[in-house]
């Protein structure tokens, strides 16, 4: 049972001093709270006195009430931790970041400055409340922001997750005991990267124009990976044989410099290659080293996905007759997901090959191409059904 009691301070020294001083006040006109009678008196959790008062016995008695619970319940936050500024918790959680790549962060602590920050920085943590927080999401959707224009639903939902990671920290902290970043009204997000599925044909048309880069556009159309990570390939990632492409790294572009790294949410893995596809690359790796990249700019070292895009590939799509579809090298990623998917490759093959993080990630963006199986499930528990009425209804042969 929590140690929680009410002390009068009718005859403390101190009371009658303060209340001496207010009465001096109330006289010259100066207005001010009269000092706590009542104090309500604890011992954390840790075992520190705490005290806090109050002008009537019924507030000091509901706040002992409510502690007690608090303190017996285990949800009993220190009152003063819920005074640190949104922004001391704002930097104690960028700070602690460590899975996240240089992108990802970058792109935390522009929404950070941009947007968090000068709402929420010098608030107490402990004094947001769901309702103001409701108030700045419709703010975001309403105002433009902060280049001039209005916020898409995406980049509000983004700013909103900062915000509850934040929030996050200062519960996970004990700072609070609960986030009031749940349960909002968000923007819907209307898929803004239309899905394009090109045919076989359609992709190896696109290669033929392609030039030297005709092997790279059969790797991003066949294998689904990441412009990041088709740039970063090297040599010793390629395994002819065994046909497959091990994707250990990927290139990000942070403030105009290529970075390399580790792959999206560091899930190295190994994507298959079409025999047809791996005898094409089988020459890049014969020409290269192990740690040489496979494909490079016409005046060598990495590519820039801007640079491909005006000198290749958006000449190669205009030759193909594809420029009505919207295609881009990252769209091809769809092209292979819906290949994979008519050829018959489950959800667990195409979440490897795309680097999903959860498979239910790939059904969300494809469920739609995989077959209607719903009749043969509806088949196979029919025939389940009648072989067993069968073994049911069948006669009984007693022994003589």
């Known amino acids: 049972m929590a140690r929680v009691w009410i002390e009068d301070r009718a005859d403390h020294k101190s009371y009658a001093e303060a209340l001496e001083k207010w009465r001096d006040a109330k006289k010259s006109g100066i207005k001010r709270e009269p000092p706590g009678r009542w104090r309500v008196r604890w011992y954390d959790p840790d075992g520190k006195p705490k005290a806090k008062t109050f002008a009537k016995l019924p507030q000091a008695e509901a706040w002992k009430q409510s502690l007690t619970g608090r303190?017996?319940?285990?949800?009993?936050?220190?009152?003063?931790?819920?005074?640190?500024?949104?922004?001391v918790v704002a930097e104690e959680w960028f700070n602690a970041l460590q899975k996240q790549g240089r992108t990802t962060r970058r792109d935390y602590r522009e929404l950070l400055d941009l947007y968090v920050i000068p709402k929420w920085g010098t608030w107490q943590v402990g004094a947001v409340r769901w309702e103001e927080v409701s108030d700045w999401v419709k703010e975001l959707r309403e105002k433009p922001g902060a280049r001039g224009k209005s916020l898409s639903p995406a980049r509000i939902i983004k700013i909103y997750r900062v915000f509850g990671m934040v929030m996050k920290r200062a519960v996970q902290s004990g700072r609070i005991a609960a986030s009031p970043a749940v349960d909002h009204d968000l923007p819907r997000v209307e898929d803004d990267d239309e899905h394009v599925y090109l045919t076989h044909d359609q992709l190896e048309t696109l290669a033929d124009v392609a030039g030297a880069y005709r092997p790279m556009l059969l790797v991003l159309g066949y294998c689904g990976i990441r412009w990041g990570e088709v740039s970063a390939a090297a040599g010793g990632q390629l395994d002819i044989d065994r046909r497959r492409l091990r994707i250990v790294r990927a290139y990000s572009d942070v403030k105009g410099v290529l970075e390399i790294g580790p792959v999206k949410n560091h899930e190295k893995r190994?994507?298959?290659?079409?025999?047809?596809?791996a005898d094409e690359l089988r020459p890049l790796v014969e020409h290269h080293g192990r740690e040489q990249l496979l494909f490079t700019a016409?005046?060598?070292?990495?590519?820039?996905?801007?640079?491909?895009?005006?000198?290749?590939f958006d000449k190669a799509v205009k030759a193909a007759g594809l420029s009505d579809l919207g295609v881009t090298p990252h769209k091809l990623r769809h092209t292979a997901a819906s290949l994979a998917i008519a050829s018959g490759a489950d959800v667990k093959v195409v979440q490897t090959m795309l680097g999903h993080k959860t498979a239910t990630m790939t059904l969300d963006l494809y469920g739609h191409l995989f077959p209607d199986r719903l009749d043969e499930v509806a088949d196979r528990l029919d025939a389940g059904r009648l072989t067993a009425l069968a073994k049911r209804n069948a006669p009984v042969t007693r022994g003589a």
């Open 270 to 277: 190994s994507v298959p290659l079409p025999r047809s596809v």
């Open 298 to 312: 016409p005046e060598g070292g990495p590519l820039r996905y801007g640079n491909f895009r005006n000198r290749v």
């Open 71 to 87: 303190l017996d319940k285990g949800s009993y936050r220190d009152p003063q931790s819920a005074k640190a500024a949104f922004a």
